[in-house]
């Protein structure tokens, strides 16, 4: 222990007096040869021979000082050191070389970082609760035959009615919660919000076990109807309450309801806005409730046994259930975070392997590329060697080299990876208007679950260091290894092995190889991504039918409100908004165009066709819509012909209906379906056969975007439509009960649950504030939501598809470029190698056109059966893309033709420069260098 | 680099021991040192500068020297080096110890077939 502190006392302070110990170790070597050679004349030698005899056996004066700096260990600080600075020379000698490496470096180590670091977040990272191990979910897998989508399923939710025979019956499981959205209408200053919260059993407090801010969270007793009980988020708490430490009994009217704030949890907790207790109610006729549960596995049990309760006793609750043992079962317990993330583990995975792909490609690239340079400094190691240098010595310089080279890459790759991910975390939630998340499928939102919570951390700082040391090792120790083998004697003489022909020629099979690989990687990659690239312009491009710049909203009313009473506010809205400067058109409609689900789907016949009406399939099934006059012009949807409904079509008229182009198409497509009387009918029996006069035929207007049909123009995308005034189809479906009687059917038609759409036309769009203002003069308790234009939703309906083409588009560029810096590196290796040849070649007369033939010609070699090779391996690898394309097939000639030339073109630039530089090849240098 | 350069058949790590026998006896300067190890060995062991350094570098950075400047007999400054305490304690015991190895190899070397 002593010495361990001697030591580290004595390499300090020498550390320090670095000079004087140099100056001390001088003159202690002098003196030796001094006294040494004083000897040697005493024994009777010239002054001159005897000096010279004690110097020889001395040996070298520089190894001897060298050795006697060896034997702290601050010495070989002072060599890293010394390496390092003799690296950062080098490199920076050379900053062609050193700025492509660090770039290629910098490109491996910033995506595997990137993709290191979403990984690690979504997959890894456990869920930020006490309890996350035990946090489990029940499924349910639906198998094909009982979906209602007609594939096999695998439910996260279940019916509210059965929650209680979970809780009663499973004994494997505890603390069984339901969660359910919620939104509900809050008065603020500025105007009415809708906030989004949850209903929630008692049991998900204890369950999360996070500590509230303040107060406390919801007991179980409060699973009633009449407790009039809430516990805010955090961030409603701090936005509309300014942090009031003193909220707690203070009382919030939600949706004109009283509530008792009991408490406020923090973000950890959840992000909803709210949390009222969930209430279990008979199930109400009509309406279909899927309710999220999550439960706690109890200490001690472990999945499979739970998920083997849980199937039997599923079992037992549906009854009809055949005794068969299913595969899956139908009933499972897993993991809340495994239920997460499944979704995306695959497409995951194939990243992680990608990256990795990308980074062993990068090491082979700067080994080959660092060999190229190293061909130029056989000499150089030659010399030192001569010097003195050991083997082991060299190796280390070079080995500091490839390090100093990936750290400098590994800085620059983790600012990338920083950004990276920044753009991947604001890409990966699609921002839509709750209207309109219907339309993205089973993931929602998400496109990258807990996105969120991915960060570049301490974690993914070490990874990337690690990483980067990792690659140097990879990269440096072959070109180390090799060039510190060269022999000095034949370096110095001149005989450079670079000069020797024959057998040095065919020395780079391994290189060849593998840039032919990397094309070929590459050249896949890029056609996948060019097809996902074309696949999202054929999806932008889409044809809309209304004007992406229109301004829209969804209005909101308090859930009390009768239907007349909402109905009034509305037109009121309309009418006010109409009435604003700079506004030239403004309605509402029940269903816009963009929110497929709800539109009810039966047939709209002309008169005459009735007598088919048992024949005809569900192409000819029409949607029906109810707006306010002005709506569609305020949309931006053409009238081809006829006349706009306006403020004649109400209660008392008669019964007039625009239809659009489809419809025609369908129904008239000789003739102007203008004056035509259309009959409601359902198939099998007439229902209420009223008869409609159509008045105008509108432009198509898109339903739904869909990325999964090929065709791009189905039945449903452009679906058959005729619009009808609300308050004549009100009048008409209600009779003579008056509007707020029972109905789904007027619900639906009233745009519940999601509230009438507004649409506005303005020269100028208008200011949330001034739409607030606006609504609160309609009434102080209704809300404005989603106020967007229909691109910016367009937009984000999209977003899954632009995220997909955006990252494997990063990729594909980055192996498409490294792959580029890849063939250079051959070619350039083999000029190196063939510098004599080429000389010896121009100097029997060949012209320079034809050696950058021969070095070109070499380089198409290479760059066509890798691209070949990547044909080949696209064609057999993109059919899993074709659920991804929309308007083309995963073999679109096209594309597959504008990647190959392009990346051809990219490849022989890349061989360009090397045969370029073979034709200035100076013959007499060239020659005498032999 | 050329190979390590040895004090001919010196085993390994007793050149430190010599040293420091050397010094046992009196202070002495680098020079003197392998001068002294070469007389009492009788030339047997020829020690050269290339590995007496690093050697005596090696002693003083243990603490089992201690370097200091001095006039040599014919008035020229020289490093001399003389034993610490912990110096001569470790010489003690690596004698001791040496002692016990060369016995016992010579016992070894020395053994009959009826011995063993």
Known sequence: MMSLVRRFVHGVSSLIRRNREEQELNDEVREYLEMAAERKMAAGSSPEEARRAARIELGSVAAIKDEVRNVGWESKLETLAQDVRFAVRTLWKFPGFTAVAVITLALGIGSTTAIFTVVNAVLWTPLAYPNAARLVRIVENVPAEESITGRAMRLPSMNPAEVTWWRQNARSLENIAVMMPDARTFMTRDGTVL???????????????????????????????????????????????ESDPNVVNRTVVLDGQTYTIVGVMPPEFGEQAYWLPYVIEPPRTGAVQLVQVTCLLKQGISLASASAEVNALGRQL?????????????????????????????????????????????????????????????????????????????????LTEGFVLSLAGGVLGTAMAYAGVSVLKAISVIDVPARYRNALGPLGTTILPRADEVAVDPHALA?????????????????????????????????????RTGPARGRNHVGQVLATAQIGLATTLLIASGLLLHSFLN???????????????????????????????????????????????????????????????????????????????????????????????????????????????????????????????????????????VTFVTTGRIRRPLAWDVVGVVENVRARVDGGSQSGQTSTDLPLLVYTDLRQYLTVASGDRGIDGVGMELDMMMGEPGGLSFAIRARDPLTLSSLREVARQADAQIAIEGVTTMGEVFSGLIGRQRFYALVVGVFAAIAGFIASI????????????????????????????????????????????????????????????STMLFGLTPLDPLTYAVVGVLFATVALAASYIPARRATKVDPAVALRSE | MSPKQKPTGLVQGTLDMLILKTLALQPMHGYGIGIRIEQISQGVFCVNGGSLFPALRRLERDGLIKGYWEATDNNRRAKWYELTNQGRSTLKRETKDWEMQTAAIARILQATSGEL
């Open chain 1, 195 to 241: 906030l989004n919260g949850q209903r929630v059993s008692a049991a998900l407090f204890p369950m999360r076990s996070v500590k509230p801010v303040l107060g406390r969270g919801l007991y179980s007793d409060e699973e009633r109807p009449d407790a009039q009980v809430v516990v805010l988020g955090a961030s409603t708490w701090q936005r509309y309450f």
């Open chain 1, 539 to 677: 999806l932008s491009t889409l044809f809309l039918g209304f004007d992406p710049n229109t301004q829209i909203f969804q209005l909101v009313n308090p859930r009390e409100y009768s239907r007349s009473r909402k109905l009034e506010i509305a037109y009121s809205l309309s009418r006010q908004l109409k009435g604003l400067p700079g506004v030239e058109s403004a309605g509402f409609i029940n269903m816009p165009p963009l929110s497929p689900n709800g539109i009810r789907q039966n047939l709209y016949l002309p008169s005459e066709w009735e007598s088919q009406r048992e024949t005809l399939g569900d192409e000819y099934r029409a949607s029906i819509l109810s707006m306010s006059p002005g709506y569609l012009q305020a949309t931006g949807v053409r009238l081809l012909e006829g006349r706009w409904l306006d403020e004649r079509d109400t209660s008392g008229s008669a019964r007039a209906m625009l239809v659009n182009r489809a419809w025609t198409e369908r129904f008239s497509p000789q003739k102007s379906p203008i004056g035509t009387t």
């Open chain 1, 822 to 881: 890849g063939i250079y590196g051959v070619l350039a290796y083999a000029m190196t190698q063939r510098t004599s040849e080429f000389g010896i070649r121009l100097a029997l007369g060949a012209r320079p056109r034809e050696v950058l033939g021969l070095v070109l010609g070499q380089g198409l070699v290479l760059v066509l059966c890798g691209i070949l090779a990547g044909v080949a391996g696209a064609i057999a690898l993109t059919r899993y893309l």
């Open chain 1, 463 to 499: 990874f990337a260091f690690g990483i980067s040391v990792l690659t140097g090792v990879l990269f440096g120790v072959a070109p180390a290894l090799r060039l510190s083998r060269a022999d000095h004697r034949e370096t110095i003489a001149g005989a450079d092995l670079t000069t």
């Open chain 1, 318 to 398: 549906r009854g009809s259930i055949d005794a068969e043992p299913a595969n899956p079962p139908r009933f499972e317990v897993t993991g809340e975070q495994d239920q997460m993330v499944a979704m995306v583990r695959p497409a995951l995975r194939t990243l992680v392997v990608a990256v990795c792909v990308v980074l062993l490609i990068v090491c082979a690239n700067i080994a080959n590329l660092v060999l190229v340079r190293g061909a130029g400094r056989h000499r150089e190691i030659g010399i030192r060697r001569a010097l003195g240098a050991s083997r082991g010595r060299v190796i280390r310089q070079l």
